[in-house]
């Protein structure tokens, strides 16, 4: 897997099958791609720059969900269950390797 540009968010899949969603930094370019609007009620500036912001925020966080749902419907409920029992076993095991000495 390569590494991102930076300022790029990675979401992986918890699953750890090496799929991952790339949300490339803010710019402007991206609020456009993404269909930010001002909002025609803004009273200056800042809430105008606000606006675009909250709304290029929104769209990302809408699109990304969407990916990360489409990504995990092509996992199996047994994928899952296997995932789960996994982290468990690890973090009993974090939890034993934690407990002090008993002398």
Same mark, same amino acid.
């Given at each position: 897997? =390569?590494?991102?540009?930076? !300022?790029?968010t990675?979401y992986?899949c918890?699953?750890?099958? !090496?799929?991952?969603h *790339?949300?490339?930094p803010?710019s402007? *370019?991206?609020a456009? &791609?993404l !269909?930010a609007r001002l *909002?025609?009620t $803004?009273? *200056?500036? +800042?809430?105008? @720059?606000? =606006?675009i912001v =909250? =709304?290029? @925020?929104?769209? &990302?966080g +809408?699109?990304? #969900? $969407? $990916?990360l749902r &489409?990504?995990?419907a092509?996992?199996t409920t047994e +994928?899952? @269950?296997?995932t789960? +029992? !996994?982290?468990?076993? #690890?973090?009993?095991?974090?939890?034993? $390797?934690? &407990?002090?000495?008993?002398?």
């Open positions: 897997m =390569s590494a991102p540009i930076s !300022g790029t990675r992986l918890p699953l750890e099958c !090496g799929w991952h *790339d949300v490339p803010p402007p *370019d991206r456009i &791609e !269909g *909002d025609p $803004a009273r *200056d500036f +800042q809430e105008a @720059v606000h =606006s =909250s =709304s290029a @925020v929104l769209a &990302e +809408q699109r990304t #969900e $969407a $990916a &489409e990504h995990l092509t996992h +994928q899952f @269950v296997r789960i +029992q !996994g982290l468990r076993a #690890e973090v009993a095991r974090l939890k034993r $390797a934690a &407990e002090p000495a008993p002398w």
